[in-house]
């Protein structure tokens, strides 16, 4: 079976190091690098977190780019409340080893898509800057993208306004760019994402791998279901970003509906929504695939079966 070519761009966070486990061990997927803005915290520590991660599982041989340290317009946004000091509050790491590369992550990405035939898919679940930088400083490059798949939006509430959801409000300029880029489009947003939530019984069910991933994912989310029940009273955390590699790697786990959507740059109380238009009121173009519905035990089987790809010892 061919694999499938992937970019991920991310700001970990710790649902991200969830998604860089899954894409880096599943064997349906060629992780070609991972490029890395602020977002969930400060440029610095997302890609230090980034490194710590592929590190631990092993995946050094993974390049990193460190991206864009703020949004293309807007003032900065983090999520220290949600993912702490450092980014990834919980788990302890060895001395770290393994560096960025000195390219830039734009750079890369548009070194990248020129390179290849049309067959990568760009995986966001962070702010889309890095992404909406290239496609500004390379136009022809939006050709080259297969497909691109984002934890982002919302076709209700937000997380973070009433309105918006996070990776969108970061840099609500960088979505439109992207969601206007003439490409094939999937939204994964907190319409599916909230149903996903990591229990204390999904938390054991993975501990009892006990590989060196699930350990990792155990301590994740020590720190961060205790941050979401505190902030928004959930059972568990919502593991939004692995959504998006679950759907490359079995896309039936999710399912979506052509939308037009849209982002609000109004900067009134809904900057950063992403309007879709479920009902076709518009009567406008389908700009968006957008994720409706999930299969939750499938999803939760499909983590599973990521965090036991991995040994049981983490690399020193």
Same mark, same amino acid.
């Given at each position: 079976?061919?694999?499938?070519?992937?970019?991920?761009?991310?700001?970990?966070?710790?649902?991200?190091?969830?998604?860089?486990?899954?894409?880096?061990?599943?064997?349906?997927?060629? %992780?070609?690098?991972?490029?890395?803005?602020?977002?969930?915290?400060? %440029?610095?520590?997302?890609?230090?977190?980034?490194?710590?991660?592929?590190?631990?599982?092993?995946? +050094?041989?993974?390049?990193?780019?460190?991206?864009?340290?703020?949004?293309?317009?807007?003032?900065?946004?983090?999520?220290?409340?949600?993912?702490?000091?450092?980014?990834?509050?919980?788990?302890?790491?060895?001395?770290?080893?393994?560096?960025? +590369?000195?390219?830039?992550?734009?750079?890369?990405?548009?070194?990248?898509?020129?390179?290849? +035939?049309?067959?990568?898919?760009?995986?966001?679940?962070?702010?889309?800057?890095? %992404?909406?930088?290239?496609?500004?400083?390379?136009?022809?490059?939006?050709?080259?993208?297969?497909?691109?798949?984002?934890?982002?939006?919302?076709?209700?509430?937000?997380?973070?306004?009433?309105? *918006?959801?996070?990776?969108?409000?970061?840099?609500?300029?960088?979505?439109?760019?992207?969601?206007?880029?003439?490409?094939?489009?999937?939204?994964?947003?907190?319409?599916?994402?909230?149903?996903?939530?990591?229990?204390?019984?999904?938390?054991?069910?993975?501990?009892?791998?006990?590989?060196?991933?699930?350990?990792?994912?155990?301590?994740?989310?020590?720190?961060?279901?205790?941050?979401?029940?505190?902030?928004?009273?959930?059972?568990?955390?919502?593991?939004?970003?692995?959504?998006?590699?679950?759907?490359?790697?079995?896309?039936?786990?999710?399912?979506?509906?052509?939308?037009?959507?849209?982002?609000?740059?109004?900067?009134?109380?809904? /900057?950063?929504?992403?309007?879709?238009?479920?009902?076709? /009121?518009?009567?406008?173009?389908?700009? *968006?695939?957008?994720?409706?519905?999930?299969?939750?035990?499938?999803?939760?089987?499909?983590?599973?079966?990521?965090?036991?790809? /991995?040994?049981? +010892?983490?690399? *020193?």
């Amino acid at each position: 079976m061919e694999k499938k070519k992937i970019l991920l761009d991310c700001d970990p966070g710790h649902d991200d190091a969830v998604a860089i486990m899954l894409a880096a061990g599943a064997p349906s997927l060629e %992780l070609l690098g991972v490029t890395v803005e602020s977002g969930n915290q400060t %440029l610095e520590k997302t890609v230090r977190n980034t490194c710590r991660v592929l590190q631990w599982i092993g995946r +050094e041989d993974v390049p990193v780019y460190a991206g864009c340290d703020r949004p293309m317009v807007r003032d900065k946004l983090t999520a220290g409340d949600i993912h702490g000091e450092t980014g990834l509050d919980g788990p302890v790491f060895p001395p770290l080893r393994k560096q960025p +590369e000195s390219e830039h992550a734009v750079s890369f990405l548009i070194r990248t898509l020129r390179a290849y +035939e049309g067959d990568i898919t760009v995986v966001t679940t962070g702010p889309m800057t890095n %992404l909406a930088m290239a496609l500004r400083l390379a136009p022809e490059i939006a050709e080259k993208i297969r497909r691109i798949v984002l934890m982002g939006g919302s076709c209700t509430n937000g997380n973070v306004s009433p309105a *918006a959801e996070f990776n969108i409000l970061a840099d609500p300029e960088a979505a439109h760019v992207c969601f206007t880029a003439g490409r094939p489009l999937t939204m994964v947003g907190l319409d599916v994402t909230r149903r996903v939530l990591c229990t204390p019984e999904v938390v054991a069910r993975m501990a009892a791998l006990d590989t060196c991933a699930s350990r990792l994912f155990v301590d994740l989310m020590g720190h961060f279901c205790r941050t979401q029940k505190a902030i928004f009273g959930w059972a568990g955390g919502p593991l939004h970003d692995p959504v998006t590699i679950a759907y490359l790697i079995d896309p039936a786990v999710l399912t979506t509906r052509p939308m037009n959507a849209q982002i609000d740059l109004s900067r009134g109380p809904s /900057y950063g929504r992403t309007n879709c238009d479920a009902y076709d /009121y518009l009567g406008l173009p389908a700009t *968006a695939d957008v994720a409706v519905d999930i299969d939750a035990e499938r999803f939760w089987d499909l983590v599973e079966e990521g965090l036991a790809r /991995y040994g049981k +010892e983490a690399q *020193a």
